[in-house]
């Protein structure tokens, strides 16, 4: 077919353009196989050029029998195009590979066309630089407190609203013949659990794991746990998932990560991380809204001696109403001269909580100035050479 085509350009006398000579020259491929849809990364010097046209295709061929649609389909996809254009990628990134993080596991179990591996990518990398970015600016923050900001920041329920806000449409059944651009996963019947079970099984190396009456310590969560503090589910709760279906947070989550897993591998380091830095770390998120002090008293007491600062003292800085129905006080919590914190109430004793309160806040909370990440060596430049280590502190109250 090729040397035909070529024979009758020559004879008739015309040149081919681009578009007529890649639609002469490409064959057609055949309904019944599939290629991976993970295209290869493209050369640097295509960055500033355009994406490819549409390739052609039969509309004759049917795709229903496959689970998912073909990766040729993608160039033909609005909806993919949009979305590539939508969340500003780079032309590096094929629209191939695109599709392939729409699809997930539940939908496709082929592990050449669905999205597991990039969404174990997307999620190691979401875990680094969430974490080191949240350490280097507050290198005070308690552990728990730190579970609880990488949860709100890329947690099972942060992800699904980024996901809606991208404007990604979700299948009603996955299958060849769906456009590209949508969604595609296989949807639990309604009312039937996740797990058989009701719950995950266990796949960490915690000395009795299966044991629900072993008391789990902080320490133990950064070893044995996952980025959030929570045990680990195993291969076997996600082969039960594949199987029986997943839900739809589950797999926007999974689409998320697929993402940023899918920048990294075709764009690079650099643009993995200003992606993810304009998606997920531009939100706003109250990090003192996150605490749940239990005695603050006595963990102020104890910050101090360790500290080598004088004992807490709580003084009533102005009071107003002590006789009437609704008083208010305002208490100081002092070290020395140097005022720690300031809180007010209904009652004194009330005051003096919110101070300690106040206090141990501003203490967790501290963040320096000129915070240099240790990813900014990686990237080279002019961060890298003013390179400054990260302030390192002793860490929470132990009580």
């Given at each position: 077919?090729?040397a035909q085509c070529l024979r009758t350009a020559r004879w008739q006398g015309w040149r081919l353009s681009m578009r007529q000579r890649t639609s002469c020259l490409q064959q057609?491929?055949?309904?019944?196989?599939?290629?991976?849809?993970?295209?290869?990364?493209?050369?640097?010097?295509?960055?500033?050029?355009?994406?490819?046209?549409?390739?052609?295709?039969?509309?004759?061929?049917?795709?229903?029998?496959?689970?998912?649609?073909?990766?040729?389909?993608?160039?033909?996809?609005?909806?993919?195009?949009?979305?590539?254009?939508?969340?500003?990628?780079?032309?590096?990134?094929?629209?191939?590979?695109?599709?392939?993080?729409?699809?997930?596991?539940?939908?496709?179990?082929?592990?050449?066309?669905?999205?597991?591996?990039?969404?174990?990518?997307?999620?190691?990398?979401?875990?680094?630089?969430?974490?080191?970015?949240?350490?280097?600016?507050?290198p005070r923050i308690p552990t728990p407190v730190l579970f609880a900001a990488l949860f709100a920041y890329i947690g099972p329920k942060a992800l699904p609203s980024l996901v809606?806000?991208?404007?990604?449409?979700?299948?009603?059944?996955?299958?060849?013949?769906?456009?590209?651009?949508?969604?595609?996963?296989?949807?639990?019947?309604?009312?039937?659990?996740?797990?058989?079970?009701?719950?995950?099984?266990?796949?960490?190396?915690?000395?009795?794991?299966?044991?629900?009456?072993?008391?789990?310590?902080?320490?133990?969560?950064?070893?044995?746990?996952?980025?959030?503090?929570?045990?680990?589910?195993?291969?076997?709760?996600?082969?039960?998932?594949?199987a029986r279906g997943s839900t739809l947070d589950l797999a926007q989550t999974r689409f998320a990560r697929a993402v940023l897993g899918a920048v990294y591998l075709h764009c690079?380091?650099?643009?993995?991380?200003?992606?993810?830095?304009?998606?997920?770390?531009?939100?706003?998120?109250?990090?003192?809204?996150?605490?749940?002090?239990?005695?603050?008293?006595?963990?102020?007491?104890?910050?101090?001696?360790?500290?080598?600062?004088?004992?807490?003292?709580?003084?009533?800085?102005?009071?107003?109403?002590?006789?009437?129905?609704?008083?208010?006080?305002?208490?100081?919590?002092?070290?020395?001269?140097?005022?720690?914190?300031?809180?007010?109430?209904?009652?004194?004793?009330?005051?003096?909580?919110?101070?300690?309160?106040?206090?141990?806040?501003?203490?967790?909370?501290?963040?320096?100035?000129?915070?240099?990440?240790?990813?900014?060596?990686?990237?080279?430049?002019?961060?890298?050479?003013?390179?400054?280590?990260?302030?390192?502190?002793?860490?929470?109250?132990?009580?």
């Open positions: 077919m090729r057609q491929r055949p309904p019944d196989r599939r290629f991976q849809s993970t295209a290869s990364a493209l050369a640097p010097d295509y960055e500033d050029s355009v994406l490819p046209g549409p390739a052609p295709l039969d509309d004759s061929l049917n795709f229903a029998h496959l689970p998912s649609p073909p990766p040729v389909r993608a160039l033909r996809s609005a909806k993919l195009a949009a979305l590539h254009a939508r969340l500003s990628l780079s032309p590096r990134l094929p629209l191939q590979t695109l599709a392939r993080t729409l699809v997930d596991s539940s939908a496709d179990s082929n592990p050449h066309f669905n999205n597991a591996s990039l969404s174990q990518l997307g999620n190691d990398l979401m875990a680094y630089h969430c974490t080191e970015h949240i350490i280097c600016h507050f809606r806000d991208w404007g990604v449409e979700t299948a009603a059944e996955p299958g060849g013949e769906v456009d590209p651009g949508l969604l595609q996963y296989k949807p639990l019947p309604p009312g039937e659990p996740l797990y058989p079970s009701g719950r995950a099984p266990l796949a960490s190396n915690r000395p009795n794991a299966h044991n629900t009456h072993w008391r789990k310590s902080v320490s133990a969560s950064i070893v044995y746990d996952n980025e959030f503090g929570d045990p680990v589910s195993g291969h076997a709760g996600e082969a039960v998932g594949k690079g380091r650099s643009a993995a991380k200003s992606f993810f830095t304009a998606h997920v770390l531009s939100r706003h998120l109250s990090f003192s809204s996150l605490f749940d002090f239990r005695e603050p008293t006595r963990d102020l007491s104890r910050l101090c001696a360790r500290e080598g600062f004088e004992g807490p003292v709580a003084r009533l800085i102005s009071e107003t109403g002590r006789h009437s129905r609704h008083p208010v006080y305002i208490v100081g919590v002092y070290s020395g001269d140097d005022k720690l914190g300031e809180g007010s109430g209904s009652s004194l004793d009330e005051a003096r909580t919110r101070a300690a309160v106040a206090a141990l806040k501003s203490w967790y909370l501290y963040s320096p100035l000129d915070v240099r990440l240790p990813s900014d060596v990686e990237d080279g430049g002019l961060k890298a050479q003013q390179w400054k280590p990260a302030m390192i502190d002793g860490g929470e109250v132990i009580v």
